[in-house]
Structure formats: C-alpha cells, structure tokens
C-alpha cells in the first residue's frame, strides 16, 4: 500500500527555522496537506495543495514541493509551534483514498 | 462559518456495533466528498472512509472494509458511520472531514471498544 513517509522528530530552538520533510511517489501527481495537531486537540490544517497557506495561518508558516518530496517550513518557530504535523495526500489510483504519514514531532528547544 | 460535528461515540464490548454521525454546516454538504479519519491512543492519524457528494463512490481501509459502513443523507447535511463487529483496535477518536480544496475537520467522537 502507498506510504508517505515523515521523520518522527525534529528539534529547533526559538526563532530558528524548522524543516519537516514528507516522501512519497505519488507527491508529483497529488497535492499534499499539512496538519498541526496539539495534545488533546484536533487537527488543524497549515498548509494545502503543496503551498497554499488558509486563512488565519500565520505567514511563518510555509509549504514547498520538489519531486517526490514535499516540505513543511516554519520560519522564526515559536514556542506554541511545539506540536505533532502531519502530512496527507491521495492514492495515485484515482481512488481518492487519503494516505497520512506518520507524523513529526516538533520540539521548540 | 463551516461546522462539522460529530456525535454517537461511546463505550462498546467488543463484537458491537456503534453509529457515528456528522451534522455539516456552512457549506453546501450535498456538493463535496467526505472522509472518516480515526486516531488511536497515542498513534497517528489513519484514513478509514471516503464516499462522494453523491453516495455513488465508496471507499475503505483495508483494516474495516467489511465491517464498517459510511453513508450520508444530502437532505439532512449528514454523514455517518455505521460500526459493526466492533474490535478493541477500533478505538480511536473518530474525526470526519469535508474533502474539498481546503479540508475541514470536525472536533472528533471517541470511541472505546472495551469488556
């Protein structure tokens, strides 16, 4: 079965810049969604369709794609950034089945 | 303002059945797909159903295809899922969400399969 996958963790100290990267074969042909998930909360979404940021996200947040890799980027990362995010795409079948990766663990140092 | 909020999850013994629902708001429910997403304790999130705007177009996990059954009533701006031969794996935070350019999600349902 299709798989993206997520590093589990990683770790930035304030006003650093965070990366958190996705992989799957599909990501050239299927846009990827990115979610932010506190403890006890439900998901919410930063990023859709590789780069476009909702409203009410701040412009820290930001998404980009290269091939089968697309990244999660938070600039000048704050405290209550500190969070689980989660990376969502589609089957490349046409089945619109969604795909989740693992998830990542982001620690503000 | 777009509203999903689900509701009928619970305690169950394991083998039993539950039906979840979905009241949608804020949005023209009968124009988009939705989706099931469940997430156990501690785990990550895990894709369980999609059905399309019109109910024609079903898909499931492989891990409750079978047991599980989604649904939706256009007239009532309502999504369901209906849980059968509940297993102790099956618990989880039940979220559904709307499948459109930009996704919503509901708050969540948990459900417990437990003796």
């Known amino acids: 079965s299709y798989e993206l996958t997520q590093p589990p963790s990683v770790s930035v100290s304030p006003g650093q810049t965070a990366r958190i990267t996705c992989s799957g074969d599909?990501?050239?042909?299927?846009?990827a969604y990115w979610y932010q998930q506190k403890p006890g909360q439900a998901p919410v979404l930063v990023i859709y369709?590789?780069?476009e940021r909702p409203s009410g996200i701040p412009e820290r947040f930001s998404g980009s794609s290269s091939g089968t890799t697309v990244t999660l980027t938070i600039s000048g990362v704050q405290a209550e950034d500190e969070a689980d995010y989660y990376c969502?795409?589609?089957?490349?079948?046409?089945?619109?089945?969604?795909?989740f990766g693992g998830g990542t663990k982001l620690t503000v140092l | 303002e777009v509203q999903l909020v689900e509701s009928g999850g619970g305690l169950v013994q394991p083998g039993g059945s539950l039906r979840l629902s979905c009241a949608a708001s804020?949005?023209?429910?009968?124009?988009?797909?939705m989706n099931w997403v469940r997430q156990a304790p501690g785990k990550g999130l895990e894709w369980v159903s999609y059905i399309s705007s019109s109910g024609s177009t079903i898909y499931y996990a492989d891990s409750v295809k079978g047991r599980f059954t989604i649904s939706r009533d256009n007239a009532k701006n309502s999504l369901y899922l209906q849980m059968n031969s509940l297993r102790a794996e099956d618990t989880a935070v039940y979220y559904c969400?709307?499948?459109?350019?930009?996704?919503?999600w509901g708050q969540g349902t948990l459900v417990t399969v437990s003796s």
């Open positions: 969400a709307s499948a459109g350019p930009i996704p919503d």
């Open positions: 599909a990501l050239p042909k299927q846009y």
């Open positions: 969502q795409s589609a089957d490349s079948s046409g089945t619109y089945r969604w795909v």
């Open positions: 369709k590789d780069s």
């Open positions: 804020g949005f023209t429910f009968s124009s988009y797909e």
